[in-house]
């Protein structure tokens, strides 16, 4: 087992991760720009070391300076969270060539499933179902017209190497492919440094469904059942639960064992996501995160698994510490996204919490790294907390959630609270009936 670790990274999951450390009697190290000097992770790490000024260029995202902070302060390990540097597979490799060990899978595998072509092409081979599309990238209009009209409209024009709905645009007819494909390669060049893009079919009404994995890259890999997360705006998660409303247990099995197959083939390392479009009863892979997911708390209320616990065992070489016979869940449990932003024009609200009342009680959790008197700075995601609530089904989650709202009190800022107090008394919220769309349609409402 690892001696210290260097959490990389910043907020509510870097407290997460040193939870799991401190319970596995491994020392921490918090590393932090100078906007987050005050922050909540610093003040419980074992040590901390200022990486930086607050743009995550110059701080978060600057290997030398963490490769630095591991040398200063002997850590052993590096857990990168999500975002940032979590799927940077040079990364990876930089502390490997240090003999400090990346707290995720290999660098390999970090780079065939960030790249959207080769990780389509790499889930084909593996079995697992796809979205009908390009066998690869199109360099062409005309080509990307051959393939539109082959399959149909509507298309999605999608970042090879995207994420987070950057570089995707929706041509619903041929007149519309142009200028989709030239801002979808445009958006991805500027966020991507990577202008490639590919088209796939575009379901109309599909629900967003993943599938938590874990494998120890010793040939054993598990399943841990799937999240919903279709309640998105732009393509950025706001709610998510598990199970799901819309999966019966033959479908949960099949595309589990789908998957958990693959990973096995694969052999594996560490937490992932294998994420599917779900429509009329089929799955059709959309992409593999090679991480851990902010929702992973939803998958650990209905298993009781740890599942940085199980990251950290992992990487330090031991095998899997269950079996899928193992894998047992129960009851329901639902995670709402708590972000410092106006909860209908989502503009950030950055600033100070002057009243900070979280609340508490059976299945109610709340991941945050903030606190009365904190100020949130203005450079990174507004994610300031996770509510995640638990029951022994999805009636009595629902209700429980609606309680653990009314109870959660932030001052000072907006939040995303009354967003959420809004979705809970929508009907087809209350029967699991809404797709990806659904929540853009409903904030268009007057």
């Known amino acids: 087992m690892f001696d210290k670790v260097l959490i990389a990274n910043r907020g509510e999951i870097a407290l997460r991760?040193?939870?799991?450390?401190?319970?596995?009697?491994?020392?921490?190290?918090a590393v932090h720009s100078t906007a987050d000097a005050d922050a909540m992770h610093v003040k419980l790490a074992d040590e901390s070391v200022c990486i930086g000024p607050p743009p995550a260029s110059d701080s978060y995202l600057n290997i030398p300076r963490l490769l630095a902070a591991c040398e200063i302060t002997g850590a052993d390990a590096v857990h990168p969270g999500y975002g940032f540097l979590s799927e940077n597979a040079r990364f990876a490799e930089i502390l490997e060539e240090h003999n400090i060990t990346f707290i995720g899978p290999t660098s390999e595998h970090i780079r065939i499933m960030g790249d959207k072509?080769?990780?389509?092409?790499?889930?084909?081979?593996?079995?697992?179902?796809?979205?009908?599309?390009?066998?690869?990238?199109?360099?062409?209009?005309?080509?990307?017209?051959?393939?539109?009209?082959?399959?149909?409209?509507?298309?999605l024009v999608k970042a090879a190497a995207g994420g987070g709905g950057r570089g995707m645009k929706v041509a619903m007819t041929a007149a519309e492919l142009p200028l989709s494909l030239s801002t979808a390669r445009t958006e991805a060049k500027a966020a991507f440094g990577d202008d490639a893009v590919y088209i796939e079919k575009y379901l109309t009404k599909p629900r967003h469904i993943e599938i938590q994995v874990f494998g120890d890259g010793q040939g054993n890999a598990i399943h841990l059942g799937e999240r919903d997360c279709s309640l998105q705006r732009r393509h950025q998660k706001v709610w998510e639960e598990a199970p799901s409303p819309a999966l019966n247990e033959a479908?949960?099995?099949?595309?589990?064992?789908?998957?958990?197959n693959a990973m096995r083939e694969l052999k594996y390392r560490g937490a992932g996501t294998v994420e599917f479009l779900y429509e009329d009863g089929e799955f059709y892979f959309i992409e593999m995160n090679t991480r851990l997911q902010v929702e992973h708390p939803v998958t650990e209320a209905i298993t009781g698994i740890d599942l940085v616990l199980e990251q950290i065992r992992v990487a330090s070489g031991s095998q899997l510490s269950l079996t899928q016979d193992d894998i047992t869940?129960?009851?329901?449990?639902?995670?709402?996204?708590?972000?410092?932003?106006?909860p209908r024009t989502f503009r950030p609200s950055p600033g100070q919490i002057t009243y900070w009342h979280p609340p508490g009680g059976l299945g109610v959790r709340v991941d945050s790294g903030v606190y009365q008197g904190y100020r949130i700075p203005p450079y990174y995601d507004s994610l300031i907390g996770k509510l995640i609530v638990h029951g022994k089904?999805?009636?009595?989650?629902?209700?429980?959630?609606?309680?653990?709202?009314?109870?959660?009190?932030?001052?000072?800022?907006?939040?995303?609270?009354?967003?959420?107090n809004e979705l809970i008394r929508q009907p087809d919220i209350?029967?699991?009936?809404?797709?990806?769309?659904w929540l853009e349609k409903f904030l268009g409402k007057p």
């Open 393 to 420: 089904t999805r009636n009595e989650c629902l209700m429980r959630l609606k309680r653990a709202l009314s109870e959660f009190v932030i001052d000072g800022i907006e939040t995303t609270i009354p967003l959420f």
């Open 251 to 260: 479908a949960r099995a099949r595309i589990g064992d789908v998957v958990a």
């Open 17 to 29: 991760i040193q939870r799991a450390c401190k319970e596995l009697g491994i020392a921490t190290v």
């Open 117 to 155: 072509i080769a990780a389509k092409e790499t889930a084909k081979r593996l079995g697992i179902p796809v979205v009908p599309g390009s066998d690869g990238g199109v360099s062409s209009e005309a080509e990307a017209m051959k393939v539109a009209e082959a399959m149909g409209f509507p298309v």
């Open 329 to 342: 869940f129960a009851g329901h449990a639902i995670e709402c996204r708590i972000n410092a932003e106006n």
């Open 430 to 437: 209350a029967n699991g009936l809404y797709d990806i769309h």
